[in-house]
């Protein structure tokens, strides 16, 4: 059974428009975290909840929000879709400062 | 520059065989090393991580790291089919930030029966 469980596993957007991508862990992490991975560049960290709190964010534009609406839930709301946003997004958890689990991604392509 | 770099960026090596994957960092900041396997579909996962100079053997699995040269290596012993998958080397700072990874673009291997 899938731990980390991420909706849609593709999606397809036109460019200008706002997307939500949705994720559940079911391994009782407190900490959770998004992971982009394109065709240019490596598996690239962008942001990390605590407690439902913003701890670390290495994405420099606005466009990208993450959305913790339970403790168990991170979802990331992406506006005004650009072709460069096409890449495969990955939640993930961990205990406190030990390994990092992913889900399975979901596939994003800007048209 | 890529912090984390991987080489080779593809392998094949035969059933039963070894495995040898490489990675060098160019931040010395960089105090935990982590290998991730992902399989086709589906999101990375652990294999191991190493902090100490020298070798650390998990099963078939065995990582080396220098520290001096800032690189990590790692070795699959008697591969397997399944082992076929894209291979990631990732870098952390602390044992308190283990959750922000550097990581390299991957070496893909694939084992042939």
């Known amino acids: 059974d899938p731990k980390i469980i991420q909706k849609p596993k593709y999606l397809v957007a036109v460019t200008g428009s706002e997307k939500i991508l949705i994720c559940e862990q079911y391994l009782g992490h407190n900490a959770m975290y998004w992971y982009r991975q394109s065709a240019k560049k490596p598996l690239e960290f962008m942001f990390s909840y605590s407690y439902q709190k913003l701890m670390d964010n290495q994405t420099a534009s606005s466009r990208f929000q993450p959305q913790s609406s339970k403790k168990n839930h991170l979802d990331l709301q992406i506006t005004a879709l650009k072709p460069d946003d096409s890449a495969t997004y990955f939640c993930?958890?961990?205990?406190?400062?030990?390994?990092?689990?992913f889900g399975k991604g979901t596939r994003l392509t800007v048209v | 520059q890529q912090k984390v770099q991987q080489s080779p960026e593809s392998l094949s090596v035969p059933e039963g065989g070894m495995a040898s994957l490489n990675c060098t960092s160019s931040d010395r900041n960089f105090q935990y090393f982590w290998w991730y396997r992902q399989h086709s579909g589906e999101g990375p996962k652990a294999l191991m991580s190493i902090f100490s100079d020298g070798d650390k053997k998990e099963g078939r699995f065995t990582a080396h790291l220098n520290k001096a040269s800032l690189h990590v290596s790692l070795h699959i012993r008697d591969s397997q089919p399944s082992d076929s998958a894209l291979y990631f080397c990732?870098?952390?700072?602390?044992?308190?930030?283990?959750?922000?990874?550097?990581f390299g673009k991957g070496t893909l291997l694939t084992v042939t029966p």
């Open positions: 990732a870098a952390s700072y602390s044992g308190g930030s283990n959750y922000k990874l550097t």
């Open positions: 993930a958890s961990s205990p406190r400062d030990t390994e990092v689990f």
